[in-house]
């Protein structure tokens, strides 16, 4: 068959096809990509106008292709990320749908519209966008639905009834139940099609959700968005009671090396992983379930300090929890910690390291830890000495402080006086070094949020904190924040009680709809997001199946299709079911029946009337009973109005009455 | 019905037929392939990297396909072929087969397809629907109605499900009639009588060809209308209306073009309400007048063999 032409209703839906499917690529896309999509778009919905445009040459659209492709290229330096290969996808779904001509273009078009909406899941995994490209879906199904309608094939002949499935109750129908009918089925893939443990082809380099989380450097002065981001970096479930929110610190990166502005990890020493073996487990040991949106990172963040590891990770010396691959995907993990075990281990080889810095930056803070040391060397004392510096002196806590000069720490501590968490750390433990006691700055997080509808804590970008260890001969590692010294609100209560203790008080609303969407999320990541091939396979243990495997997800699927093909049936059935017969009608079959099987031609045709004229000569007795059945059935049908239900029972009771006498009476011979 | 014996078409069904599972063969469509090639791409893609949005979307779209395959399956099943007629044509033109289709429950986009041609339609319930397949007719004589195709791609296009039909329909392909036959001549006049051959106002006999110097009020413009052709009504003195064809009278003609030229007579005969007879050599067809003698003589023509 020649392809059929495609019908202005055609072009329509095709059209809305593709515009559902790369609404959202709109929202991150190359501006100049974006343009020309939608110019595409636009001109081939154009053409169908009354006075259309023309449709552009071949080689304006082989040029725009180039164009956009070498583009792409230069944008994303190279064609193969999902970025770029997405960027690509709806370029090429555009110019699909621009020169489409024929049914056969459109169901093209229709497919790639699919395709692209799929990919989106490689952009974003929230909940909000998968409801957006389920519904994407259905849509695309309808373009399908409507472009597989009689009336858009052009190249058959219609017949006298083609019309007769396209009222929109008959296409919504035959759109909304088949999707229905596919959900369940789509559910049991999801939960019994396997899972692969590990990749066949590698992951992807650019993780595109990872927003900018924490670094593994800080240099205090320069901007940081971080904390003022209130995008959710992981959610954690206690199991028993909580650490008090004060004590909460999610340990990030360790910062050892300080070049006099700017701190920053140490290569070696944070790779080695640490001795943990022969530690006895105290008392004060707390179980937890974390849940860690994708960071593009490699740390994994548990509360001070980590004494197991989960798959793929390993506790370094520093006690950083280190994942071997980037968290580029949701990320859940069981996790315990003891928060004695910091100073349970002595680790004597780190204190040289942990007392360098520059001799020629920020000579004043250099003079003031000197003095202070002079005055007492104690280790304890020169912390308490530090402290009391910060709580003393006019030290102001805010996330908008002054730039700092080229000795940041000197500007810091004897003019500006003001700043955050990392000025407070880095200022701190530049001090503890120059006073001769190991110090070095841990980054994390401190805190959190209890949702109160539910039963987990949310730790948010904006709870990222900087902090100090010290280092105490006899006592091993301490941990010292000074920023609790200037801002106790900020550790006890949490970032929005120290900076803006009024920010949702004119909108308790807006808390309550941010708790709900969070518990929302919550529960859209721990029982989608996080599902792979170990949950899968513990899928069944509440069923007392330890371990799923392939057979068992064979007979699963097998079950999930045949079912599905029941399903479909008993619609079907269900639909198209016969009307109920009235039970007069009923009883009257049950008659003719009897009639029958006596021999007599009782056809359905006959009425009680007929039936009556039939009886008349062919037995030896008159039938009075089934003579009173076949009267009683026409008073009720035509002597009533309206039908009364201890009158069928009266029927039905006359009627078995002339069932036994039509079995019984002797015929007439004759008959 | 055994499959490889329906599938070879040796065996002729009676009718009607019933669409049952046993004969719908439900296959996926060009369409359909390409479309499980995405779905099957988003699926190892959702699964190598473990993105369960995309898997979400994917195993619906997988899951649809496989709705849809059920879906064209059950949109045939039940469908019944309760009879196939076809009106007699001219050699060279389209046979219209009309199948009467029909099924217990509604149905839609129920295609009716023999090599290149198809019709498309939807059945109401419990209702039979004529379904036309368009046969060209090359040679006088019969024609049979090939096996032909009654499928359905519902709801999406994806699958299609399709069953053979190979019924027992026949019809009658009359000789192409000649298409500018000169007057028939006076041996087909009754014998006895004689036309003056002059040009007259009394009665219609006939339609020639215009010639210039012909009255314009004399040109038929219906005939014009129909044929293209310029004709003028030739009207002549005539005792008789009565006519008796002959294949002898196509003297010098092989037989094909001798029976295009009775068809041309004949069906100009009956446009001029004459009546007339037909003989064929042993055949004979006696003198009537209408559509049943015009429909006699014309299947006489079709099934003529010396």
Redesign the interface.
């Known amino acids: 068959m020649k392809p059929a032409a495609l019908s202005r209703l055609g072009v329509m839906f095709a059209g809305l096809a593709s515009i559902v499917a790369i609404l959202p690529n709109l929202l991150w896309m190359p501006a100049w990509v974006s343009v020309v999509v939608l110019l595409a778009l636009a001109w081939r919905l154009l053409l169908e106008g009354a006075n259309g445009l023309p449709k552009p040459p071949a080689w304006v659209r082989m040029l725009i292709t180039v164009g956009v492709v070498v583009y792409v290229f230069f944008e994303f330096r190279t064609l193969l990320g999902r970025q770029a290969g997405i960027t690509l996808l709806t370029l090429m779904l555009a110019l699909k749908f621009l020169e489409s001509s024929s049914r056969r273009d459109a169901l093209l078009v229709v497919t790639l519209s699919y395709f692209v909406t799929a990919c989106q899941g490689l952009i974003s995994q929230s909940l909000g966008l998968t409801a957006y490209m389920v519904l994407a879906v259905v849509v695309i199904t309808l373009c399908l639905r409507v472009l597989n309608a009689p009336a858009q094939r052009s190249d058959m002949r219609l017949g006298a009834t083609a019309n007769a499935g396209s009222s929109l109750r008959r296409i919504l129908l035959a759109l909304l139940i088949p999707l229905l009918h596919a959900l369940p089925l789509a559910l049991i893939f999801f939960l019994f099609v396997p899972r692969l443990g590990t990749p066949v082809f590698g992951v992807p380099e650019d993780a595109i959700e990872a927003r900018t989380g924490l670094s593994d450097e800080m240099a205090p002065g320069s901007v940081s968005k971080l904390y003022i981001d209130d995008s959710p970096v992981m959610r954690v479930r206690f199991e028993g009671t909580p650490p008090a929110q004060s004590d909460m610190y999610w340990r990030g990166p360790v910062l050892w090396n300080f070049d006099g502005s700017k701190w920053t990890a140490s290569f070696g020493y944070s790779r080695m992983p640490a001795k943990l073996d022969g530690l006895t487990r105290a008392a004060t040991t707390f179980s937890y379930e974390v849940t860690l949106e994708p960071t593009d990172r490699n740390w994994l963040f548990a509360l001070d300090v980590a004494t197991t590891a989960p798959e793929g990770a390993a506790i370094t010396q520093d006690f950083q929890l280190v994942q071997r691959k980037p968290v580029t995907a949701l990320k859940r993990y069981r996790q315990s910690s003891d928060a004695t075990l910091l100073s349970r281990i002595e680790d004597s080889r780190a204190s040289v390291m942990a007392l360098t810095q520059p001799a020629d930056r920020n000579p004043r803070t250099q003079e003031l830890a000197q003095s202070w040391r002079a005055e007492n060397p104690d280790a304890q004392a020169l912390v308490d000495r530090a402290m009391r510096h910060f709580r003393e002196e006019a030290f102001f806590y805010t996330l908008e402080p002054q730039t700092l000069g080229g000795n940041p720490v000197d500007d810091f501590l004897f003019s500006t006086r003001e700043g955050y968490c990392e000025h407070y750390a880095s200022a701190f433990t530049s001090l503890m070094r120059a006073a001769g006691v190991p110090a070095r700055v841990v980054t994390g997080y401190q805190g959190g949020y209890k949702n109160p509808g539910g039963d987990f804590w949310v730790v948010r970008q904006s709870d990222a904190h900087a902090w100090s260890e010290v280092f105490i001969s006899g006592r091993g590692w301490v941990r010292v924040d000074p920023t609790a010294a200037v801002s106790p609100d900020r550790i006890n209560r949490g970032t929005d009680a120290a900076l803006r203790p009024n920010r949702y008080e004119n909108f308790p609303w807006l808390r309550d709809l941010r708790d709900r969407l969070d518990r929302i999320s919550d529960v859209w990541n721990r029982s989608v997001l996080t599902f792979n091939d170990a949950r899968q396979r513990a899928l069944l243990e509440p069923f007392g199946i330890a371990e799923m495997d392939w057979r068992f997800s064979a007979s699963a699927l097998t079950i999930g299709l045949l079912g599905t093909a029941l399903l479909v049936l008993l619609t079907l059935w269900w639909f198209h079911r016969p009307a109920p017969i009235d039970p007069l009608a009923a009883e009257l079959r049950r008659f003719r029946t009897a009639l029958k099987q006596r021999g007599l031609a009782a056809g359905p045709e006959l009425g009680p009337s007929e039936l009556i004229e039939l009886l008349s000569g062919h037995f030896q007795e008159t039938p009075s009973a089934a003579l009173a059945f076949l009267r009683g059935v026409n008073l009720a049908r035509y002597a009533n109005q309206r039908a009364d239900p201890s009158q069928t029972g009266l029927i039905r009771r006359m009627n078995t009455r002339a069932l036994r006498q039509i079995r019984r009476l002797p015929l007439k011979l004759s008959a | 019905m055994r499959f490889p014996a329906l599938f070879l078409g040796r065996v002729q069904e009676s009718l009607p037929v019933v669409f049952d599972r046993k004969r719908i063969y439900p296959l996926p469509t060009r369409?359909g392939f390409?479309?499980g090639l995405?779905?099957l791409?988003?699926?190892f893609g959702?699964?190598?990297?473990?993105?369960?949005?995309?898997?979400?979307?994917?195993?619906?779209?997988?899951?649809?396909g496989?709705?849809?395959l059920?879906?064209a399956f059950?949109n045939l099943r039940g469908v019944r072929v309760l009879s196939v007629h076809a009106d007699p044509v001219f050699a060279g033109e389209k046979a219209r087969f009309i199948a009467q289709l029909e099924a217990?429950?509604?149905r839609?986009?129920v295609?009716?397809e023999w090599r290149?041609?198809?019709?498309?339609?939807?059945?109401?319930?419990a209702l039979a629907?004529?379904?036309?397949l368009e046969i060209p007719s090359l040679h006088r004589g019969t024609l049979d109605l090939p096996a032909f195709r009654i499928w359905t791609?519902?709801?999406?296009?994806l699958f299609y499900a399709w069953s053979h039909v190979r019924v027992h329909a026949r019809t009658l392909v009359y000789p192409k009639p000649e298409r500018e036959p000169p007057q028939w001549p006076d041996a087909a006049l009754e014998s006895g009588e004689t036309s003056s051959r002059q040009q007259g106002d009394d009665d219609l006999f006939g339609l020639t060809r215009f010639q210039p110097g012909d009255r314009a009020q004399r040109i038929s413009w219906a005939v014009y209308a129909r044929n293209d052709a310029l004709m003028v009504k030739d009207f002549r003195r005539t005792q008789t209306q009565r006519l008796r064809f002959d294949l002898a009278q196509t003297l010098g003609l092989a037989l094909e073009p001798a029976l295009a030229r009775l068809c041309a007579w004949i069906l100009l005969a009956d446009r001029l309400g004459l009546a007339y007879s037909l003989k064929l050599g042993a055949e004979s067809v006696p003198l009537g007048t209408g559509v049943a003698q015009r429909e006699r003589c014309l299947a006489s023509l079709a099934l003529y063999s010396p």
């Open positions: 369409f390409f479309f995405v779905a791409l988003c699926v959702g699964l190598n990297y473990n993105n369960n949005v995309v898997l979400i979307l994917a195993f619906l779209v997988a899951a649809l496989f709705v849809s059920l879906y059950l217990p429950t509604a839609d986009s295609v009716a290149q041609s198809a019709e498309v339609g939807g059945l109401h319930a629907t004529p379904f036309a791609d519902y709801p999406f296009g």
